[in-house]
């Protein structure tokens, strides 16, 4: 999965569109749905995380919505580091299992 939109909707939860790198369709998901998403980094163990689908059902892409903790350590990445999806930033993709 590749993060192709990062929407700021308040001040602390952040807004990312996952779509397929596949081109395939997704399983559209049912109400309360979740996904697991894993943070990689060459120096350190993966940080996997569920997040809840908060967007609508679609077999094109997938929205979470992450709220962010002062303290915390997966969701101020996601919220400063993680960008869109060009060919510059897959060091910063996220992979979503589906
Ligand atoms: C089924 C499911 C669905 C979920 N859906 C969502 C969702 O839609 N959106 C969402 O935002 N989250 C969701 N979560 C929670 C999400 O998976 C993460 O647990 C959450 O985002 C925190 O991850 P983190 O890495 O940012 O924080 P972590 O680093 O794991 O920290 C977790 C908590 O501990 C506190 N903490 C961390 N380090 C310290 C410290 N040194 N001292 C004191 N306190 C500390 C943080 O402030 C934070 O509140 C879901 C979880 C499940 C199980």
Redesign the pocket.
């Known amino acids: 999965m590749r993060v192709t939109r990062k929407n700021r909707e308040s001040v602390n939860?952040t807004s990312l569109v996952l779509e397929p790198t596949d081109g395939q369709p997704l399983t559209a998901a049912l109400p309360g749905s979740?996904r697991v998403a894993a943070a990689t980094n060459v120096d350190a163990p993966a940080?996997l995380?569920?997040?809840?689908?908060?967007g609508e059902p679609s077999e094109d892409c997938y929205r979470?919505?992450?709220?962010?903790?002062?303290?915390?350590?997966?969701?101020?990445y996601?919220d400063s580091e993680v960008r869109l999806a060009t060919s510059s930033t897959r060091a910063h993709r996220a992979a979503a299992s589906r």
């Open positions: 939860v979740y940080l995380r569920s997040y809840s689908l908060s979470v919505s992450i709220k962010r903790e002062p303290t915390a350590s997966l969701a101020p996601i």
